[in-house]
């Protein structure tokens, strides 16, 4: 699937509906953790075009990618993987077995479903907002583990088998 063009910027004519900027990036990391093949974001003034904005989020994206196997990976469309998650919290890929990435909305905290998953898992943030990347912690598979991210802001936590 892909995403033709993905509205949204504080110089959208539907500002007052809801299409502004936030609402362009969660769509670009929806579709990305959601398995689409190609996302773009509208020019400007309906979208962000390659403003700053959406090259924090691409650079970001890059970084995620190459790191995380999407081809292969299996979104969680059902949010079955995941708990104690509110509405549009957080969302959820993985390769099973091998990787797991979840993308954080504004922050929060979520429970990550690892009891059918032995081994350890690598666990790294990026905060893409602040284009830092930093490495977190071990976590170990066989249990449900709970995952806050490290600030407000877009987030994405990204597990890799040890």
Known sequence: MNSTKIYGASTSKWVDRG??????????????????????????PSGLGLGEVAQ???RAARSVAQRFDFP??????DHL??????????YHSSVP????VIYYVDGGLVGLDLRREQGRFHLSWID?????????????G????TLAAPGSGPWVALLAAV
């Open 19 to 44: 299409i502004d900027a936030g609402h362009a990036t969660q769509t670009f990391w929806r579709n990305l953790i959601g398995g689409f093949a190609a996302i773009r974001f509208h020019r400007p």
């Open 128 to 140: 893409i907002d602040g284009e830092r990347d930093y490495d977190a912690d071990i976590v170990d």
């Open 81 to 90: 993987l995941l708990n104690e998650r509110a509405t549009n919290e957080a």
């Open 56 to 58: 924090w989020h691409l």
């Open 72 to 77: 292969r990976a299996q979104p969680d469309t």
């Open 97 to 100: 077995g091998e990787q797991h």
């Open 142 to 145: 066989g249990q449900w583990v």
